[in-house]
């Protein structure tokens, strides 16, 4: 009890400050009339509003709530918030309420509060958000159009767009969002207002699944101004191949507007990545770096799909001068995370020109923990290269292993080591060890089948892959591969195009499912369909394989120029494609 009564005198000590401040003070004297006051008389406290019948009270409204009589404890801190008209004791008494699991009595402090102080925020937000976990939606239209009222002018724009957010945990988000529409109603109409409340009421939309509903908001909200980010933000939001009209606000927004934040168009630039669509992505990367050149993010990821695409003397530029900006960061620790990826980075460029001595270097300057596996898995790389190859399995092996993270990390390292030094075998029972350690992730299956197809265990393969779609079917990678794999050995062709194309239905833009459908109707005879999806799928992404099948398939349309032009191409993207390797031996091509 000594120990409670301590922290709570504690807690209370800020009380008598904030009631003084209510307190109504003495009438105040003429000038002439004031006595002469000694400096100590002057430098004298005032005496608070927290008299000893109001703290007695708070104590035993805290102890009530400590030993479970939350109603006794509410009661008595509510009656002493309507004494004192503290904010903070009506709060407390919302709280007491909450933790309680009584939402009535929580609503019925918040209302008490916000009717003793009518022009605090924080009163009313507090009676919305209880309203909202109560799941009374239809009650929240007066709370929410007091919170614009209460905001300031100046702020006004900012409120409209956060509204959403008071609806976060809302269970009935479609009701929430006609709420919202009708508290906008006059908002939506007023030409100052109107791309923010269009832009509110749209992301509420997509929060009650209603895209064509958010997309309309976004067109909406673009209409009355095209230069508001607000809407483009949305549509980022929003950007999928089954809504292209999304993608066209977010275009519509960044060319009418030469000055748009370098996080819009980076996000953008993201959004790309994620849909696989690299050579656009590094379009609108070139252009945050020419329009912002202090901006280190848009070099750091140009920089990593430069050395993805083998464009090692851009990448090298790029990543370097990435560097160079995050060195200069006010915040290291927020820039050590992307310091490390740059750094790993540099170690893979420098390994891929055979710098192995620069690769070390480039490790050596990684401090952060997290970058560690990663770091190590580079070091473990250099030296199989060089011949060493169990020196570079112990390395992984040593790695600290505190968390299931941590294993499977290492595990993973390992299997990569194998699978990049060709050791197929041992990569294959090194994964039939990670699915039993982890069987609930489909990663280590697809891998375990790619890995069983390597050494020639093709039905095992078929067996994985057909495993892998029963348990998680939408993983289109599987879809994709057996369908491939099918095609590859000229075996049950429509069964072939159909896998493929149901893996086309979950990803529709990826270049390398588009390949495997270019190379199955290739083997169906359909040679200039075959072509028609080849160019496409090479165009999105120029890739050695995409290259080696496109090739094959206008050679044996008597195109031989194009196809060795193409092959080129493949051979400058990465000259130790297998595929590519292969079939240039078979067709008996030196470039």
């Known amino acids: 009890m000594k120990k409670f009564i301590c922290a709570f005198a504690a807690f209370w000590l800020a009380v008598p400050a904030v009631l003084a401040q209510t307190a109504q003070p003495a009438p105040a004297l003429p000038p002439a009339a004031q006595p002469e006051a000694p400096a100590a008389a002057l430098a004298a406290p005032r005496p608070s509003g927290l008299d000893s019948e109001l703290f007695y009270q708070l104590l035993i409204g805290e102890i009530k709530a400590r030993e479970g009589d939350a109603p006794t404890g509410f009661a008595v801190i509510l009656d002493a918030a309507r004494k004192s008209n503290d904010a903070r004791l009506y709060q407390r008494a919302a709280d007491i309420a909450l933790l309680s699991r009584s939402g009535e009595a929580a609503l019925q402090a918040a209302r008490a509060w916000r009717q003793a102080q009518p022009t605090s925020r924080e009163a009313n937000r507090y009676v919305l958000q209880i309203l909202v976990a109560l799941n009374r939606i239809s009650e929240t239209a007066e709370p929410l159009r007091t919170e614009l009222q209460l905001a300031p002018p100046a702020e006004r724009t900012a409120a409209i767009v956060n509204l959403p957010r008071f609806y976060a945990r809302a269970s009935d988000k479609k009701m929430a969002a006609g709420v919202l529409e009708q508290v906008l109603a006059e908002q939506l109409n007023t030409p100052a207002t109107g791309a923010a409340a269009w832009t509110a009421l749209g992301r509420m939309r997509l929060a009650a699944g209603d895209v064509e509903g958010a997309l309309g908001a976004g067109d909406r909200a673009q209409a ?129 020109r055979k710098d192995f001595a620069t690769a070390e270097v480039w490790l050596g300057k990684i401090s952060n923990s997290q970058e560690l596996i990663q770091a190590q898995t580079r070091r473990a790389s250099i030296l199989a290269k060089q011949g060493k190859m169990a020196e570079a399995r112990q390395l992984i092996r040593q790695l600290p292993e505190r968390t299931p993270e941590e294993a499977r990390g290492k595990l993973m390292a390992e299997i990569g080591l194998l699978r990049e030094q060709k050791d197929y075998r041992g990569a294959h029972d090194l994964l039939a060890q990670a699915v039993a350690k982890f069987p609930d992730e489909p990663e280590l299956l697809y891998d375990q089948a790619m890995m069983a197809e390597k050494i020639g265990a093709l039905a095992d393969m078929e067996r994985l892959l057909r495993l892998l779609v029963q348990r998680k079917p939408d993983y289109h990678h599987a879809y994709n591969a057996l369908g491939y794999s099918l095609a590859e050995r000229n075996l049950r062709l429509p069964e072939a195009k159909q896998l493929i194309q149901k893996a086309l239905e979950y990803a529709p833009e990826d270049p390398f499912i588009k390949d495997s459908l270019g190379w199955v109707e290739y083997r169906l005879g359909n040679k200039a369909e075959a072509i028609r999806i080849f160019e496409a799928a090479y165009k999105a992404k120029p890739d050695a394989e995409i290259a080696a099948h496109f090739g094959e398939v206008m050679w044996s349309v008597g195109q031989r120029d194009k196809a060795i032009a193409v092959w080129k191409e493949g051979m400058l993207l990465n000259p130790e494609n297998e595929t590519l390797l292969e079939t240039l031996k078979r067709f008996g091509v030196r470039l």
Not at 232 to 238: E, R, T, V
Not at 277 to 286: G, K
Not at 336 to 352: D, H, I, N
């Open 224 to 352: 009355l101004d095209p230069l508001s980010e607000g809407p483009a933000l949305l549509a980022l939001d929003l950007m999928d191949p089954k809504f292209p009209r999304a993608e066209g606000q977010i275009q519509k927004y960044l060319n009418s507007n030469p000055t748009a934040l370098p996080e819009t168009r980076m996000g953008y630039a993201r959004a790309l990545i994620d849909a696989q669509r690299y050579p656009e992505a590094s379009v609108q990367l070139q252009q945050v770096t020419r329009a912002k050149p202090s901006y280190p993010d848009g070099w750091l990821v140009l920089g990593t799909l430069q050395l993805q695409d083998n464009q090692l003397a851009q990448a090298q530029a790029s990543l370097s001068r990435y560097v160079e900006l995050a060195q200069q960061a006010p915040d290291q620790d927020q820039a050590s995370r992307g310091l490390s990826q740059a750094y790993l980075a540099l170690a893979q460029l420098a390994e891929k």
